[in-house]
Every structure is written in structure tokens, then in C-alpha cells.
């Protein structure tokens, strides 16, 4: 099974970049930038990563990110990361990118995108890997704030297929941003959103109904609502699911009570992910082989889970037909 899964052309639809900072990676960069770092050893970051709930993450996630200072920097951290996901048969990523939190430190967002797309184009050239960016609003900070990146973001919009709404989900529904969302869509961009993580399935309704998503991030929770079940499965909608993100974050007690059969079993469009890996305990491959252990899963479903992200991706016609046909090559 390891095999047949490490060589099924994989496409991943809900990576944070800034959440593939390696221990490693963040030991190196606090060196080269003379940062003092909370953590003295790789195992003494590792052991901070016991989260309770998604703030608990975020405030770790934030807190490791400081590291990232130079357009090197960011270009080093998304390498790490395409290297990777490139040896565990990973062939496309679209990756939420925090610019806010950067912004907040004094970082230009020239530096931020500067660093990504050099590593991009590196991945694509060198490694066959295709990518695209997805600008994402840090739903706990003002919808004004969020306006006044998109609008700086303009002079760099050919980078991005789309924005998106990452960070502390509970309290910040997503009508808070129905204006930033509107304005994103009259741009040009598309709009994906997380909803239905810690968020209830009404954050669901309204990351379609108002901001007109093309796509659901994590949507787990539309499980409690069996109209809205229907609704999704009736309209094809996405969801980019994580499963090994829900279980680190306590969404769901273990892997074995994931809701992920339940949602297939529904006809719902589902999609494998990783979201975090650096912090949820591994990458994409690892997502698929723990649903294989805990649901025994066969080659059958997860091609379909693969063709489904490379359906949904953000990418050209001619990459998507060659990796559909890809996958339709593989004898299993
Ligand atoms: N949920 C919400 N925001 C995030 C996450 C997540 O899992 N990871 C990084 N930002
Ligand atoms: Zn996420």
C-alpha cells in the first residue's frame, strides 16, 4: 500500500507555508537571523507541539514563524517543504500564505513573495512540482486590515489563484468579511475559506452563501447539519479535509473517530490535506496512510480522493489533463 500511495500523482489544497517550518529550519534560521529562540533543541520544540485546541496551535504557529525574516529565508522554508512533499509523490500544492502576520513584524510583503516564488519556480524547473498561492486573511484581526492587504496586494496579483481565511475560527463568521471577499471576486481572484473546523455548520452557509466560495476548508462540522450535507454533495462542493490537522487539534479524540468515512459515504467531494505538517505530525503521504490504517481505505477510494484534488486544483487545463492521465496510467 506504501508504494501504491507514494506513487499516486498527489495534489495537496490546504497547506499553510508558514506551517511547514521544520524544528530544524527554525533552529537554523534564528541562528543566520541572531535571534534568541525560546526552544534550546529540536526536541525541545517538538515538545511544545502538544496542542489542546486550534488557539493553542496558533499561538505556537505564530510564535515560530519569527524566525522568518529575509526573502532567503522564505525561499529555504518552502523548499524544505516542496523537497518533501516531492519525495512523497506530491505533484501540485496551493499554499496559504499569512502576509499579515509578517506585515505585523516589520516584513514587506515584497519580501514574503519574493522568497515563495523563487522557491516555486526552483520546484517547478527542478522538481516538476507545480504550485499556486492562495493569500490568506487572518479572520481574528479587523476586515479593514484584511482590505488594505488585498488592495497592496494588487501590484503582485498574477502570484495568486485565490485568497482564503485562515486563523482563530470561533467568533469570526465569515460575513465579517463579505466586503474583502467581494472585492477579491470583482479582482478576479477565486475564494476558498475555512469553515466548520471549531466553527458550526451556519460558518458553512455563509463561506458559501456570502462570500461565494469556490471551496471549503476543513468543513467537518457540516456533518451535524444533514441539509447542509445534502446541499454540498447536491452542489459537488470541495472540501479540503485534514485529517491528521483534526486529530492533533483535538477536533476529533482519534483518527478512528474521524468522520471521513461518514462524509464519503454521504457522496461528498473530499480531499486529503495536511494543512500543518511541520506541526500535526506529518506531511500528505502521512495523511493518506492514516486513513488507510484507520479506515482501510483501499486504492480505489484514494484514487478517487486524489482525482478529486486534481479536478478542484487552481491549474492550467494541459498540467491537470497530463496528471488525470497520470493517474489513470497507474495499473492500480
Ligand atoms: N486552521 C485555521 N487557521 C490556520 C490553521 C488551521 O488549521 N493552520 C494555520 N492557520
Ligand atoms: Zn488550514
Redesign the pocket.
Known amino acids: 500500500m506504501y508504494n501504491q500511495l507514494l506513487r499516486l500523482p498527489k495534489a495537496e489544497l ?1 497547506l ?1 507555508i508558514e506551517g511547514t517550518l521544520t524544528p530544524e529550519r527554525m533552529m537554523s534560521l534564528a541562528e543566520r537571523n541572531g535571534m534568541p529562540l525560546r526552544y534550546t533543541s529540536v526536541d525541545d520544540i517538538y515538545a511544545a507541539y502538544e496542542f489542546t485546541d486550534l488557539q493553542s496551535f496558533l499561538d505556537v504557529y505564530f510564535q515560530g514563524m519569527q524566525v522568518l525574516k529575509t526573502a532567503q529565508d522564505f525561499e529555504d522554508l518552502a523548499m524544505d517543504y516542496f523537497e518533501l512533499a516531492h519525495s512523497e509523490g506530491v505533484v501540485h500544492i496551493e499554499l ?1 500564505v499569512d502576509p499579515q502576520a509578517h506585515l505585523a513584524r516589520g516584513i514587506a510583503l515584497e519580501t514574503v513573495i519574493e522568497g515563495l516564488n523563487r522557491a516555486r519556480s526552483r520546484a517547478q524547473r527542478e522538481l516538476d512540482l507545480s504550485s499556486a498561492m492562495i493569500l490568506a486573511f487572518l479572520r481574528d484581526r479587523p476586515a479593514e486590515e484584511a482590505a488594505e492587504l488585498l488592495e497592496s496586494t494588487i501590484p503582485y496579483l498574477e502570484h495568486f489563484a485565490a485568497v482564503g481565511l ?1 486563523s482563530a475560527e470561533l467568533g469570526h463568521p465569515p460575513s465579517k468579511f463579505r466586503q474583502v471577499f467581494a472585492r477579491a471576486a470583482e479582482l478576479g481572484l477565486a475564494r476558498v475559506a ?1 469553515a466548520g473546523e471549531e466553527g458550526p455548520p451556519a460558518y458553512i452557509y455563509e463561506a458559501l452563501d456570502i462570500l461565494d466560495v469556490e471551496r471549503i ?2 468543513g467537518v462540522r457540516c456533518m451535524e447539519d444533514p441539509a447542509l450535507v445534502e446541499r454540498l454533495r447536491d452542489e459537488r462542493r470541495v472540501l479540503t479535509v ?1 485529517p491528521l490537522s483534526n486529530v492533533r487539534l483535538k477536533v476529533v479524540e482519534r483518527m478512528e473517530d474521524h468522520p471521513l468515512p461518514a462524509m464519503l459515504d454521504a457522496g461528498l467531494m473530499l480531499t486529503l490535506n495536511s ?1 500543518d505538517p511541520s506541526y500535526f505530525g506529518g506531511g500528505l503521504l502521512d495523511n493518506y496512510l492514516a486513513c488507510h490504517q484507520a479506515f482501510g481505505w483501499d486504492m480505489v477510494v484514494f484514487k478517487k480522493l486524489a482525482r478529486n484534488a486534481l479536478n478542484a486544483a487552481f491549474m492550467s487545463e494541459a498540467r491537470r489533463e497530463a496528471l488525470l492521465a497520470r493517474m489513470d496510467a497507474l495499473s492500480v
Open positions: 490546504h499553510h496559504h485562515d475555512h476548508d476543513h485534514c494543512d
